[in-house]
């Protein structure tokens, strides 16, 4: 049982760049969230799915894209990168059904030059 | 629009002390959920306690314990006999619902330093 998994962990990008990182989860779970932590604050939502075939929009979509694949992967795509996508992405699942908490991955710390 | 406050940049506690960790909350909805998570050097967030605005007690999760002032809007994290794994970053949150926990707003966090 592996968690929540992330890939890339490191990523350098160019700016005009685009890339897609990668999100796994083996809990069965069906919401699935990604984030985005910047220095000195805390994380913000870019996009959650609340089960297989939908999206939903957080506090700082733009410049991104998301696609849930199937019940397990929740990806995020960034079609053209900016220097203001430097950050760290942690994704995250949920099982709702009275669990409250979310579970997240490892991280995947972009840096877009 | 929900809000959530973490004024203490950093905190010092010595091993064995007790600790808290200060949340204040902004909302006006009546159900709202909260949370506090840790995370240490390496990166990842470890989920720690929750509480429901409808909770009547205070949460409580082995050496956590969440002060829940509902009149005061505030969330404050209690740590019982701090151990110097604890050193870490700890962010409170919030969702826009007590069941639905799928928008989680996330405080700018406090460093927690622990030492010998």
């Known amino acids: 049982n592996a968690g929540v998994t992330q890939t890339p962990k490191f990523q350098v990008l160019k700016t005009g760049q685009s890339m897609t990182l990668q999100c796994a989860q083996d809990m069965n779970h069906n919401s699935m969230y990604w984030y985005r932590q910047d220095p000195g604050m805390g994380l913000r939502l870019i996009y959650y799915s609340a089960s297989e075939g939908t999206t939903d929009k957080g506090e700082v979509p733009n410049g991104y894209n998301v696609s849930r694949l199937n019940k397990r992967e929740f990806s995020l795509r960034l079609e053209s990168a900016a220097p203001s996508q430097t950050s760290v992405y942690f994704c995250?699942?949920?099982?709702?059904?009275?669990?409250?908490?979310?579970?997240f991955g490892p991280g995947t710390r972009l840096t877009v030059t | 629009a929900q809000k959530i406050t973490q004024t203490q940049p950093g905190m010092f506690v010595q091993e064995k002390e007790a600790v808290t960790l200060d949340c204040t909350y902004d909302t006006s909805d009546p159900s709202y959920g909260l949370f506090w998570y840790k995370q240490p050097s390496s990166g990842e967030m470890i989920f720690l306690i929750y509480q429901g605005s409808y909770d009547q007690q205070n949460a409580t999760e082995g050496r956590y314990s969440l002060n829940f002032q509902k009149a005061r809007k505030s969330a404050n994290l209690v740590i019982s006999a701090s151990q110097l794994g604890d050193s870490a970053m700890y962010f409170c949150?919030?969702?826009?619902?007590?069941?639905?926990?799928?928008?989680?707003?996330f405080g700018t966090g406090t460093r927690l330093q622990v030492f010998p």
């Open positions: 995250a699942s949920r099982r709702d059904r009275g669990q409250y908490e979310q579970y």
């Open positions: 949150a919030m969702s826009p619902g007590s069941y639905n926990t799928d928008k989680l707003i």
